[in-house]
Each structure stands twice: as C-alpha cells, then as structure tokens.
C-alpha cells in the first residue's frame, strides 16, 4: 500500500521511512527513534505463517506492527504502549500508511490491560534491568531501553494469556541474555518452536536473538541459520549482506 499524502506531523516530530521506502514512520526527532530491531522482528514473525489478529507489545511509534501488516503478514494489529504520545505518533503513522480501519492502539501498562485475543503476539522490549548502566534523561529513551515498566517476563506472560491455542510469541531481545529469554518464555506457559541469531559480521559473538514462543504442544526447537548484517568486505561499499538488505528492503507479501 502507498503512502497516503503528507504525514500529519507535530512540532518536534520527523516522517522517516523503512521497508525501502515504501513504510511510513512519524517519530521524534529528539529522543527514542527505531533501529533496525523491530524490522528484524517482523521479518522473523512473518516467516513463521499468517496471522488474523497480531498485537505488539510496547509497541513505540508502531514500527514492528506496521511492518507486519506491510509485509502481509497480518490482517489487523493492536499495539499496546505506557507512553500517550509514542501511540499518538503510531496512530498517525498508521493513518498515513492507509492502516488505520485495520489497527487500534490501547495506552496502558500491560499489567493493568485484559489479554487481546490473538494468534501472533510480538515485542521487542526493553532489555537493561534497572540500577545497569546510565539511565537516559529523556523519558521516552529511559523507557524504551532500560526496564522501567516492561520486562521480559511481562511481555512473555500478557502472550501466553492473550494467544489461541498454536497461536505463536516473537521477540527480538539480546543475545547474551537468552538464558533469560527462554526462562521467561518457558515458565509462561510458551514452548520455544523457532530461534536464530543475529551476529554484525562473521566471526564475531551474536548481539541479538529472535525468539518464537507456542501455545500449545510443540516439539523441538528450530534453530534457523544466522542471520549476519554487515559484510566482512565489500568492494561496492555495501553496509549490509544481500539477506540483510532484502529484509530491510521491498516489502514480500505472505499472506494468503
């Protein structure tokens, strides 16, 4: 789907894009702005099959959910967040998308929210306990790295209560914590079906993991092939390998 005219933007905000250019993102031009992470994870959750009805946890400016529904994945998305103005902001991304009569976003901390019916449930959540590192003055930045009023285990319980039976749990989170990662996913009452690991350039340790939780009986986990951003060398000046830019590139529509 294409852009619909001009983003309706408030002072302080920026339009970006991803998906080459064909997604609309509004965002602040200070403070929390996405990464390649919930790209990262809407490609990973699409991979695993269709979904009616997907709600991403945490959901910020609505990056990881739009990219769903642009990929196909998805026929309708509800995104949950603490922050009033990151879900103004996916709102009005969703709109200038042409998303809007299929999302809904609610404003809230998960622990005080009713499960959402779903067969995909996604979150890319903050991953630094609190008194680790530095906290951010700006609020929006300190919320979404470091865990304040989302953990892992929270996203991890709110999926299990809020999927069907074979409905699946995706989650994008580091990977020198996924001892921690698949606890949570376990003790929640998921089974882990599906991980791969995503390494900056061969050779080195992974930094990230992508996780998918079942409900429901599963068998033995699925560990896919790495996946390696950026080349070792490149004679063109490539940032990023040829899988990596085909994620980050056209959206493939997978939904039949």
């Known amino acids: 789907m294409a852009l619909m005219g001009e983003p309706s933007l408030m002072e302080g905000e920026s339009a970006d894009t991803a998906l080459g250019g064909t997604l609309g993102i509004i965002q602040p031009v200070k403070g929390y702005r996405f990464s390649i992470d919930p790209l990262l994870l809407a490609d990973f959750a699409s991979r695993g099959g269709n979904a009616r009805q997907a709600v991403d946890l945490g959901c910020g400016s609505g990056v990881a959910g739009l990219a769903l529904l642009h990929l196909g994945a998805a026929n309708r998305l509800t995104g949950i967040d603490i922050q009033p103005e990151a879900v103004d902001r996916a709102i009005r991304s969703a709109n200038w998308n042409g998303y809007g009569s299929r999302t809904k976003f609610l404003i809230g901390d998960i622990r005080d929210i009713e499960p959402v019916e779903a067969d995909l449930v996604i979150a890319n959540p903050p991953y630094m306990p609190l008194g680790r590192g530095r906290l951010n003055s700006d609020k929006s930045v300190a919320i979404s790295r470091h865990e304040i009023t989302l953990t892992v285990e929270k996203c991890c319980s709110f999926a299990c209560a809020s999927l069907t039976v074979g409905g699946r749990f995706c989650i994008v989170f580091p990977a020198n914590q996924e001892k921690r ?76």
């Open 181 to 256: 990662l698949i606890g949570a996913i376990e003790y929640a009452g998921l089974n882990l079906s599906r991980f791969r690991r995503v390494y900056g350039r061969e050779g080195e340790e992974p930094f990230l993991l992508l996780g998918e939780g079942l409900k429901g009986e599963g068998g033995e986990a699925i560990e896919e092939a790495p996946l390696i951003l950026h080349p070792l060398l490149s004679a063109t000046g490539e940032k990023y390998t040829k899988e990596t830019m085909a994620i980050l590139g056209a959206p493939r529509n997978v939904l039949s």
